[in-house]
């Protein structure tokens, strides 16, 4: 009777152990941290001598992290780790991972030496293990990590129990930590899809406008690069630097809908023409508007904004000062200074002097004073971009002859 | 000893219990099934005479899930389900749900009764519901359903313990099941994220398109209408039919890369001119190309694909027979057929005996006989989708008159 009760409240305090380590995951919101703690608390839980971590990877289960007490100690820490380095295994039934994985069910073995001859392939991985270690196998409890039926996504593999072998009862509670294993990964997957899916948006946009208006791929790269980094030395956070870079290649998005005539006109517009242009920051923000993803919420503001000026004479809202979304008027001063630096169809690229002199002439009237400050700040940082998406073209930046003179002038 | 030891049975139980419903859980994919399970095994494992699951929504806290032994038997199931339709509770501290949500801590009052005088209107919502049901409610366990630190996308609240009150004990194993129904719930959500995020490429795509080509857009939908019939009748799955309903629109989008000259020429296209606008297949596979995205990459096939002719003598690649994407052969049908059936600028609308003649001409030339073999099984429910998809034009569509006809011929 005694004894029974003391299996009876050892159960109780594993279990009550997994409820907490349940309870922890669910918050837990780094894969790699989430990978770690379901190992150590698998081989505590279970009192297991070791434990392994696989997930299901394009070619095959890799293992992820692993933890051998008797190991660790007898090789130490440095040498372990050597030892458990990465690895795959093909998903086929020829090993026990793979099988457990393929099959969606747990395998407990009492010991690997003795399995029947039918199942020996199973074990040949354990085998090999202890042939390189100098570690001897003995029990195995294999669960899968399913997030549905027929889905796994990983294996977890204790070894050793301290008891000789796995009980049966053990097995739930392996799976109870599998369970919320799988349901963290299943996140991490899900909220990296997510940011896939939206970078799709962006990306077709973009191919298609490149289409239309071949000679601004290169622009849109170094006024996106030029707005991040103002946005960044205006103090704004990280996240929305970030945003920036991806949402200001969208800010000429409308111009698809302007037809050939007026954008590829290589004299310039008249009154009516340049009309039918200014409506592509409408155009833009119209094939942008209503989205639920804070990124093309973002780049439909810029691709509102960008024409707006500080003094309310821009468009298509003439709107002025802060009313004027921060987004349009960093963007505004980026798209400018990269379009006066650049040698265009219409017009020769001009010198930095040249350049400086007009957006300093536009401070306070079409640009944010303080956007035009930050710029002039560094322009070290903002001319190497020019060093790195430029074409084969000599006379498409005369800032770089600049830039080659101010370094010149810094070394001596 | 014996007593403690009974405790501890029971425990073990619950436990166990609570280990194979989060197991259980962890592979259920519907939301309305696993807020169901929760809110009875939550009731069952905590010996509560009630429960009742809120989920956190943009305008509070919706009310979703209940049960109530006690009120089901005096009220009956019907009566029951009356009280319980849907509610929204304010998220705000004024409620007890919604300081739960709000703190993310959980909370175990012993009688709703003898509160506190500062604490009053946290017990008010149970006092109401008392008054209007006839009801007596003593103790409450409510505990948060927490994604992350400080995200709560629900509450669990358990109503009057068998035993009294809810003991310290209860608290985790609400815990355990309200964490694993947090991340099924967050499943849940995340996937209807990604849903929408791969919808909005396509939204914006079709958008800037229409900027190019406005005429189009009845045309779009109404051939991704038929495109969609035509694959149900020919017995592809429903998970397809529905796919290339909305991949089927991105056909055109390479039009976005065509000049405007050879887009809107009134007249007839010359050979050069011809040879220009035939790239628009290829330039809508490239702009689709190389996505993770099961809808984009049906979109890019048939982008690339619908104007290959099942004799081989189609563009871009000259494919014959079934070396076309099925995909594009259904398409390359509903966007002719269509095409012949309207009025464009520089063509009168068709009969429908001149469209049937013009498309049996181009069965197994243009098109494979099977895939016009099914048009033609019943036409009545394409001809439907022109008085659905009509514009103010009367002269738009004559094969209007023929369904008119026909449905007279019908009626008689």
């Known amino acids: ?5 003391d299996a009876m409240a050892k159960r109780v305090a594993a279990l009550e152990r997994l409820l907490q380590v349940s309870i922890q995951l669910t918050t ?5 941290n989430l990978l770690k703690t379901v190992v150590h608390e698998g081989r505590v839980l279970l009192e ?4 392994t971590l696989y997930l299901v990877e394009p070619d095959g289960l890799r293992f992820h992290v692993s933890e051998n007490e008797t190991l660790k100690k007898q090789l130490g820490a440095k040498e372990w780790r050597r030892l458990s380095a990465p690895y795959v295994v093909p998903m086929t039934s020829e090993s026990m991972v793979g099988h457990v994985a393929l099959t969606g069910e747990c395998m407990n073995v009492e010991n690997v030496y003795s399995m029947p001859e039918d199942n020996a392939h199973l074990v040949a991985g354990a085998q ?14 294999t669960v899968p990590l399913q997030v549905a039926e027929g889905a796994v996504v990983g294996v977890l593999q204790l070894i050793n129990s301290q008891n000789g072998s796995f009980s049966a009862a053990d097995e739930p509670v392996a799976q109870g930590l599998a369970a919320t294993a799988s349901a963290a990964i299943t996140k991490a997957m899900l909220t990296e899809q997510i940011k896939d899916a939206r970078q799709e948006t962006i990306i077709r946009l973009a191919r298609a406008a490149e289409f239309r208006d071949k000679e601004t791929s290169a622009h849109i790269q170094r006024m996106s690069h030029i707005s991040a980094i103002l946005a960044r030395r205006m103090g704004l956070s990280e996240k929305f630097c970030e945003d920036l870079l991806v949402a200001a290649p969208m800010h000429d998005v409308g ?6 005539s007026i954008l590829q006109k290589p004299g310039k517009l008249n009154a009516e023409e340049w009309e039918i242009m200014k409506t592509h920051a409408a155009i833009g923000g119209r094939i942008l508007a209503g989205s639920n993803d804070p990124i093309l919420q973002l780049s439909a503001e810029v691709a509102l904004a960008h024409h707006e000026k500080w003094d309310g004479s821009g468009y298509p809202e003439g709107l002025s000062g802060e009313n004027i979304p921060l987004s349009g008027r960093i963007v505004a001063l980026a798209d400018v200074f990269d379009a006066l630096c650049s040698k265009r169809c219409y017009k020769e690229a001009m010198t930095l002097d040249e350049v400086t002199s007009i957006i300093q002439a536009g401070r306070g009237a079409h640009f944010q004073p303080e956007v035009v400050d930050r710029l002039f700040e560094d322009l070290d940082e903002i001319l190497e971009l020019y060093e790195l998406f430029k074409n084969d073209d000599p006379d498409e930046f ?5 830039l080659a003179m101010r370094r010149a002038t810094h070394a001596r």
């Open 1 to 5: 009777m005694n004894l029974e009760y």
């Open 28 to 32: 837990e919101t780094k894969l790699s």
């Open 48 to 51: 297991a001598d070791g434990a």
């Open 128 to 141: 090999a293990f202890d042939k390189l270690t100098g570690y001897t196998t003995q029990s195995l409890l």
């Open 255 to 260: 111009k698809i809908g302007i037809p050939d």
């Open 398 to 402: 005369k800032i770089l002859t600049d």
